[in-house]
């Protein structure tokens, strides 16, 4: 069973996660994930990471822009038995709505 911690969602599961990854495929058909650093100790492994890809498709109600976005995030993940079991995530989510004028920021 693993157990995910993000601020969108408490715990969505396997099948929710699995989702996610194909609704960001289809939206980004270019995704990648750059790594900068990755820190272990214990049964912990932290990643520091950049993520982009061009809006090609749609994501949630929000139309392709055609536009190539980049955002970054971090997660820590628990390992056990060569599997992940419970990770704690978060990424600027905002930051890639507003390159995809999903979203204004008022001053």
Known sequence: MHQHHDPDDSSPGVEAI????RE????F?????????????GDLVSTAFTSTGTSDGPLHN???TGKR??????????????RIVESWGNWDQLGML????AVTVRD
């Open 24 to 27: 960001f495929r289809r939206a």
């Open 18 to 21: 699995k989702e996610f990854v």
């Open 29 to 41: 058909s270019d995704f990648t994930d750059t790594i900068h650093i990755q820190l272990a100790e």
């Open 62 to 64: 929000i139309q392709p």
């Open 98 to 101: 507003q390159q995809l004028d």
């Open 69 to 82: 976005v980049t955002w970054t995030g971090m997660v820590i993940d628990r390992v056990r038995d060569g």
